[in-house]
């Protein structure tokens, strides 16, 4: 059942309604942050693995598996900025997943 409000709003009404509740929820939801993370394989050598675990930290990376010997491997779910950051040290070898 439909009831009838007593106002007809007409085409630009009917416009401007609409518009006027889209800004007001837009307004009221706020702003969700959306990053978009990647999976990478970073590859670097025991003597460096300080280095590299002290960014991670640092960053708060989320590291989904790892492997140490004398060539340490992580794979590791960050996002483009970070990978940058990591890409700039020489001393690593990176793979994107």
Do not use: P, W
């Not at 460096?48 to 708060?60: A, D, G, Q, R, S």
Request: proline content about 0%; glycine content about 6%.
């Amino acid at each position: 059942m439909r009831y009838f409000g007593g106002k007809k709003l007409g085409i630009q009404g009917l416009i401007n309604a609409y518009k006027t509740c889209a800004i007001e929820t837009l307004k009221a939801s706020g702003k969700i942050i959306y990053k978009e993370l990647n999976n990478y394989i970073v590859t670097c050598d025991f003597k460096n693995i300080h280095t590299l675990e002290t960014f991670i930290k640092k960053e708060n990376i989320k590291i989904n598996d790892k492997t140490i010997s004398n060539t340490c491997e992580y794979n590791i779910t960050t996002t483009y900025s970070n990978f940058k950051k990591i890409k700039q040290m020489r001393y690593l070898i990176i793979t994107k997943q």
